[in-house]
């Protein structure tokens, strides 16, 4: 069995996230999928309602990137930082801060992709500046944190094909 | 964690006002008046919400002269795992769209040397 599809995510270390996922799909394409907004548009929004509205990349070493997704409420939530390594088609390292941060200082961001037999392993670690700041990631209430909107995330996985057409639906 | 106080955790997280009390306690001790602050509700309004979080062991007082400022007490409710596993949720969310464009991705450039082959045979 293939294990493409199974989401691993561990604590590593005192100031350290890390996640894995494997692709059904080369590595270039993984790459482009993360680096090229109009395809990072199409799925890197959370939950349903959501939309990727700023999508700014860094392609090179010492470029600023910068996201901003906006609710069904309107409520917007922003992150950016600078590029610190690029290297196409493999690994890239960027600084991670949030606009309304819930933790202390900023994260260093590291994505490596390796491929084989066609099928590509991502891999995303986020290292704090320190051990408290991970632990306020890891202490941090409901709607805080990379969340927006969770409660409506298990609709999502219950209903895959129902995306978008709450868009606009708001509170009701 | 015993259930009585489980039931009392969830019956407090589950109102939104009290959940954004959290979230502001969640970077640091604050002030009654600056929890209010926030809330179009009276302040009165606000220390019942506050006394239903204690309650439940979410917050807890710091005595600091007058102000008494409240504190996240972050045991009761984020167990880590929780946290990651909400984390894990949101990402395989993404994801899963991420495997479908893939898959779509991977059908255009298929097609797209197809093409090509038929070309070069031409």
Known sequence: MQNTGTLKLETRGDREIVMTRAFDAPRNLVWDALTKPELLKRWFFGPPGWSLIVCEVALHVGATYRYVWRGPDGTEMGMGGVCREFVPPERAVCTEKFDNPWYPGEALVTTTLVEQAGKTTLSLSVLYQSGEAREAVLKTPMEHGVAMGYDRLAELLASPPAQGTEKGAGAS | ?122
């Open chain 2, 1 to 122: 964690m015993s259930p009585d106080r489980l039931d009392a955790t969830f019956a407090a997280l589950a109102d939104p006002t009290r959940r954004a009390i959290l979230a502001r306690l969640a970077s640091g001790q604050a002030s009654v008046t600056q929890l209010a602050e926030p809330f179009a509700m009276s302040q009165p309004a606000i220390s019942k919400h506050l006394k239903v979080l204690e309650r439940a062991g979410l917050i807890s007082r710091r005595r600091d002269a007058q102000r008494r400022p409240r504190c996240l007490e972050a045991k009761p409710l984020a167990q880590a795992t929780e946290w990651l596993e909400r984390y894990r949720q949101f990402w395989e969310g993404n994801f899963q769209r991420l495997d479908a464009l893939l898959d779509e991705l991977k059908t255009g450039e298929r097609k797209a040397k197809k093409e090509k082959r038929k070309r070069a045979k031409r």
